[in-house]
């Protein structure tokens, strides 16, 4: 695996689009260009991460996703966790509120059907879905971060729309925590007057905590 150092960059301007977009591209073909063992291998560490990260001991039902595109995969960790008595919720895209999520249960056995965007989701519950608020924890895949709490996504906003209450009522929000492999990290990214502050994220080989 890659030495994270060498993936370091710098933007000169949180107006600089292009960067962003090289940058995307470039950290999702390293994260699509990781062998079966590698991936394994990252998926047991951060297993292990999570499971000893404080703020997820009282945590009880997380938010959670499948992973694809290379992502570092958290499938382990669901396992391990279930038995301690965790529930997990997968994010589906709200058929009434366009651009937001909304998250329904994940278990052994549940029908899954891919999105839009060929992400493979839970059916809509109208009695068993969670809204964003009620949940402890929500883990979601990151394309890039920084040291500080700047982060890079797919470009769609859907967490930051979902969780735009945790700036009014910070009291209310889940632990919003980054997944990513190690080399995602970046040096520094802009942070953009709309994006939802992270609690941490945590990666392969540590944990990274921030004050939102």
Not at 40 to 64: F, K, M, T, V, Y
Not at 66 to 80: F, H, K, Q, R, T
Not at 87 to 115: C, E, M, W
Not at 135 to 162: I, K, N, Q, S
Request: with cysteine; aromatic share 10%; glycine share 8%.
């Amino acid at each position: 695996m890659s030495n994270p150092h060498h993936q370091a960059r710098t933007f000169d301007s949180g107006n600089d689009r292009a960067s962003r977009r090289q940058l995307r591209q470039s950290l999702r073909q390293k994260r699509r260009s990781l062998s079966f063992e590698e991936q394994r291998q990252a998926s047991e560490r951060l297993a292990l991460n999570l499971l000893r990260h404080p703020d997820l001991h009282r945590a009880r039902h997380i938010g959670i996703y499948l992973a694809n595109d290379g992502e570092i995969d958290p499938s382990l960790y669901i396992d391990l966790a279930r038995k301690k008595g965790i529930r997990f919720y997968l994010p589906i895209l709200h058929p009434i509120y366009p651009g937001k999520l909304v998250f329904s249960p994940y278990y052994d056995g549940v029908q899954l059907t891919a999105n839009r965007f060929g992400i493979p989701e839970p059916p809509f519950p109208r009695s068993r879905r969670k809204p964003a608020w009620a949940l402890d924890a929500v883990l979601f895949p990151l394309v890039g971060f920084d040291e500080t709490g700047g982060r890079l996504g797919m470009g769609g906003g859907f967490y930051d729309r979902t969780f735009a209450f945790s700036r009014i009522r910070p009291c209310m929000a889940p632990k919003l925590v980054g997944l990513a492999h190690d080399f995602q990290r970046v040096e520094q990214l802009p942070v953009e007057p709309w994006d939802v502050p992270l609690h941490g994220v945590v990666t392969d080989k540590r944990c990274y905590r921030f004050r939102p």
